[in-house]
């Protein structure tokens, strides 16, 4: 590890160095404030790093002579620094310090534990962020496992059975799935005879080794399939989703947005880099096995929606059918038809992005109006278009975005990925994703029309009586609210900086 | 900039009642009508403003740097066939605006949610980028959504999901087809894919054809995807079934022949036949339906199902046989869509106003009300007159079009048709005599005629019906001009 490593990895190192003095904070018995604005300005640290060092890709900046080009690695080559690990550092790290905005309130309710909480958010930050410049197995095993146990822990953060149940579920499938993606790893390694993923392609691709290897391509056939099912895990797809409703349901509300969100963000960026250059000279169809995995976890997640009263669980279900819509993306990525060109990576990191933002307005609002009520069944939601018109309109647009009415961002990066999706032979997967858009339609509104059309539930505390004046929550759901909308109008940036990402990684 | 004002203005007016007015129902009334007109006036520049000698798009307003990656455009223009459409547009808007004037609950969003739904759909009628077309398309789900299940009645959520649902569902399909277009062609703008030869696209060009044709078939609505139609009407607010057979169901029409003939002439003349089939049996079964209805917005809004089928019809005669081809079928299936507009539109505002002061729109408990309504009764009978195609009115004109345009096409079919029009001469009449003629039940002496406010909206409307029906040239001249560039597309 070099000096010029201290720089390459600051966002990383900012993040973790927040979380530490968080809980030193904690330790002196610092208030919340301090703890909370401790840890943001570890991320904000973070994001200007993530920043600068995206300049010097661009070379706007001349700081360090490590990272001559468009690309450079850090610690003997383990970490990639690209355009697309900042990308995702800076989508965590926004994501994380939204998150951290809007728990300040919430975490009122474990007061005594705050700078606990403010850690582990960013420990798991910073393990996401590792993923996302993994290029190497072991480093990416252990980035998911610092990503991982963090959240197991918030999971459970709020006490409770549901909160324990959550935890419990969380811990022991992410242990299994964790053993499945080392496994695979493993006869991935030993198929390759090596871990560093370029090295990998290298490997996979030089036929002439065939005969020398011991069991044949059948074996990293299954070390693949069986680190599919571990990534599967991550991301949420089927049938890798049996997690997901109950520990969405028990973990605190922001927890839940961050899992959503970030975590989410973060195995989308490991499968990409793992698939597309480790495996790519393999000769499978990847584009119809993430197709086959796309159309179920549409389909599963929208239908099982429909059913839930719990609006963190319909939520939840949601967020695996938009896996699913995601997958559509991987799959037009995957199919490179025509010349070999790889069609359509930078729709999914649109969509990831836009996802964020949309997801962590719907959660947000969902806090700051299941606060009143401390209630979070749909029904409770009756009649809140009058009694807290803001946060209503708030969830609204992120419904409509979720749903992918315009103009909101949730239309455009379905319009983008379908599109990819489209160029990429794949309109049968492309209508499927449109009669999903139309179920999810369906128990979306369901929401909107409870909280315009619904009177106020009648045990419902008097009017305006919120446990907590949550300024920061405010913040949080007006940021992201009129990020769904704006982008959705305007989203060249972000689909800009998703360009510029996938640049030379593909 | 003309045509980016008038498609702003309403929104830009349902944002200043949403944050600015207060709480003040007059005030928000006031202004939301002040809107209205100054929109009509606008959409009206733009009618008079497009140049019939000249012909093509104009005023045209581009800003090419919205979404250059994907070459998606803000682009707005008019041609011959969406300069009418935007007057009715802003027409009916206006006659909405005024037929709201009892609304009494939660009147901040609701005119804010009818200038948006306004905005929207000048937005379809002008957008000649295919995004941005669909954005408007998606845009105006969302205020009718909230308009027919908060201020609608009866199982007004019911209605209003449903609504939602297959308008949705429809369209999902129309983006899978421009998409499949745009990743063919690698454009998205509407002017030049009108000139493209979209033969050989991603998928097959019949397909795409479908999806574009199951989008616009469940707006216009064509059987058998016209279900949702008499449930959001009948529980629509007055002002709100105005707007919706008056110019929602138009961008049905406008879809068929904007993109539908215009861009796929060849597959369009392949499946005239089909289209013939639809059109009839959309004809005759909304007339037959229509004929059992006792409930006056239930009877309008089937007869629109059987209205609309003569646009379909007039669609369909570009499968004429060569030497037939002409402007005719479809200028015709142009002019019924702004016709069907005014007459519907004024239909639905007198129903309003019925049940209004009846509190009733259960046809056999009505009767005689034309000794105490004078007014409203003249009125009625004029819409009533114009549904039914009677000459001077400008369904006769839009009507015959399409049935000499059609004739030479599908003789038999266009034979079946015609007896729509008499089944409509028959549920008109016997609608019109059972409600405002014959006895005057004593429960209705005490009702009044309609106010000077209750009366701006169908003057307007009858005065338009008068001028096109007297002279149809007004209208036919202009539509022409956007037929006649379509029309070299078929080859003979």
């Known amino acids: 590890m070099s000096g010029s490593d201290l720089y390459l990895l600051s966002p990383e190192l900012c993040v973790a160095a927040g979380a530490l003095l968080a809980l030193v904070a904690g330790m002196a018995n610092a208030n919340r404030a301090v703890v909370t604005a401790v840890g943001l300005l570890g991320l904000v640290a973070a994001l200007v790093f993530t920043g600068l060092l995206w300049a010097e890709l661009d070379g706007r900046v001349d700081l360090c002579s490590a990272l001559e080009g468009d690309r450079g690695t850090a610690v003997y080559g383990a970490l990639a620094i690209d355009r697309f690990a900042l990308f995702f550092k800076g989508l965590i790290g926004v994501s994380a310090a939204l998150v951290l905005l809007a728990s300040h309130a919430y975490t009122q309710r474990f007061a005594e534990r705050s700078a606990e909480f403010t850690a582990l958010v960013l420990f798991a930050a910073v393990g996401m962020m590792l993923l996302a410049g993994g290029r190497e197995l072991i480093t990416l095993y252990v980035a998911l496992e610092l990503s991982t146990l963090p959240l197991v822990a918030l999971a459970a953060f709020s006490g409770g059975q549901r909160a324990s149940e959550a935890g419990l579920k969380y811990l022991v499938l992410g242990a299994v799935a964790s053993a499945i993606l080392l496994y695979g790893m493993a006869l991935t390694f030993g198929y390759t005879g090596t871990t560093v993923l370029e090295g990998m392609a290298l490997s996979v691709g030089d036929a002439a080794l065939d005969g020398s290897r011991p069991f044949g391509v059948q074996v990293l056939v299954l070390g693949v399939v069986l680190m599919v099912a571990g990534f599967g895990f991550k991301v949420a797809a089927v049938p890798f989703h049996g997690w997901i409703p109950d520990v969405y349901e028990g973990a605190p509300t922001p927890i839940t947005a961050f899992l959503s969100v970030a975590s989410k963000a973060a195995g989308f960026a490991v499968v990409m880099r793992v698939f597309f250059t480790a495996f790519e000279p393999l000769e499978v169809d990847w584009a119809l096995l993430f197709a086959g995995i796309a159309a179920a976890s549409m389909t599963f997640g929208n239908l099982a929606a429909i059913a ?21 993306g991987l799959a037009a990525v995957a199919s490179r038809t025509v010349d070999g060109i790889t069609i359509g990576p930078e729709t999914v990191l649109f969509y990831l992005g836009g996802y964020a933002v949309t997801n962590l307005a719907a959660f947000f609002a969902v806090i700051a109006i299941a606060d009143r009520t401390n209630n979070e069944s749909i029904a409770s939601f009756s009649g809140m278009g009058r009694r807290a018109p803001w946060m209503a309109a708030a969830l609204t647009v992120a419904l409509l975005s979720l749903t992918g009415i315009p103009p909101t961002v949730g239309f455009m990066a379905k319009l983008f990925v379908f599109g990819a999706a489209v160029k990429a032979d794949l309109a049968w997967l492309v209508a499927l994703g449109a009669v999903n858009s139309v179920v999810s339609a369906y128990y979306y509104l369901r929401v909107v029309r409870i909280m315009y059309l619904g009177d106020p539930a009648a045990d419902e505390t008097s009017d305006g009586e919120r446990p907590v004046r949550a300024i920061p929550l405010d913040l949080s759901v007006a940021v992201t609210a009129v990020a769904v909308v704006a982008l959705g109008l305007y989203p060249q940036p972000l689909f800009r900086a998703a360009q510029r990402a996938v640049e030379g990684l593909f | 900039m003309l045509l980016t004002a008038t498609v702003f203005l309403p929104l830009a007016g349902a944002a200043v009642v949403l944050l600015l007015l207060g709480d003040n129902a007059r005030r928000v009334r006031l202004f939301a009508a002040a809107v209205g007109i100054v929109d009509f006036v606008l959409a009206l520049a733009v009618f008079l403003q497009y140049d019939r000698d000249d012909g093509g798009f104009q005023l045209t307003a581009k800003l090419a740097s919205w979404i250059p990656q994907l070459d998606i455009q803000y682009h707005l223009a008019v041609d011959g066939l969406s300069a009418p459409l935007v007057l009715l547009t802003g027409l009916l808007g206006l006659a909405a605006i005024y037929s709201s004037w009892s609304i009494d609950k939660r009147h901040r969003e609701y005119f804010a949610w009818l200038l948006t739904l306004q905005a929207a759909v000048m937005g379809v009628f002008t957008a000649q980028d295919f995004v941005l077309f669909f954005i408007f398309w998606e845009l105006e789900l969302i205020p009718m959504f909230f308009l027919i299940s908060i201020w609608g009645s009866g199982r007004k959520e019911h209605s209003a999901m449903k609504f939602l649902l297959f308008t949705f569902t429809g369209s999902a399909f129309m983006l899978v087809g421009l998409l499949a277009v745009y990743f063919s062609t690698g454009t998205f703008d509407m002017t030049r894919l009108v000139g493209m030869d979209l033969n050989d696209l991603l998928l097959p060009s019949q397909l795409v054809f479908a999806f574009f044709f199951i989008a616009f078939a469940v707006k216009l609505p ?28 138009k961008m049905g029409g406008y879809g068929f022949i904007r993109v539908n003939v215009s861009m796929f002439p060849d597959v369009a003349s392949a499946a005239a036949t089909a289209l013939a089939v639809l059109a009839v049996i959309s004809i005759l079964y909304g007339a037959m339906v229509t004929f059992r209805q006792s409930d006056l917005k239930r009877l309008v809004a089937n007869s629109s199902i059987s209205h609309m089928g003569f646009v379909l019809l007039g669609v369909s005669s570009v499968g004429a046989a060569a030497e037939h081809l002409s402007p005719v079928g479809l200028t015709g299936a142009a002019m019924q869509l702004f016709s069907h507009g005014v007459v519907t539109g004024l239909l639905f505002v007198m129903v309003g106003v019925v049940y209004d002061k009846a509190h009733t729109r259960h046809i056999p408990d009505l009767g005689g009300l034309a000794g105490k309504m004078p007014f409203a009764a003249v009125a009625f009978l004029v819409a009533g007159l114009a549904s039914l195609g009677l000459p001077a009115t400008s369904g006769f004109a839009a009507e015959i079009m399409v049935f000499l345009g059609t004739f030479p096409a599908h003789g038999v079919l266009t034979g079946l048709a015609t007896v729509g029009v008499l089944m409509a001469a028959g549920y008109v009449l016997w609608t019109l005599q059972r409600s405002l003629f014959g006895p005057r039940r004593e429960r209705w002496d005490h009702l009044t005629d309609v106010s000077a406010v209750e009366a701006v909206a169908p003057v307007l409307l009858m005065a338009a019906i008068m001028a096109v029906g007297l002279y149809p040239a007004l209208l036919s001249d202009v539509f022409a001009t956007g037929i006649n560039e379509v029309l070299p597309r078929f080859t003979p």
Request: glycine letters at 4%; hydrophobic letters at 55%.
């Open chain 1, 308 to 328: 839930q009263a719990n609006i963190k669980r319909m939520l939840a279900y949601s967020t695996i059918a938009h896996a699913g819509y995601l997958l559509v």
């Open chain 2, 222 to 249: 064509v059987w058998p995807v016209h279900t949702w139609l008499p449930d959001a009407h009948t529980d629509a607010p007055t002002a709100v079934s105005v707007m919706l057979a008056g110019v929602l169901l």
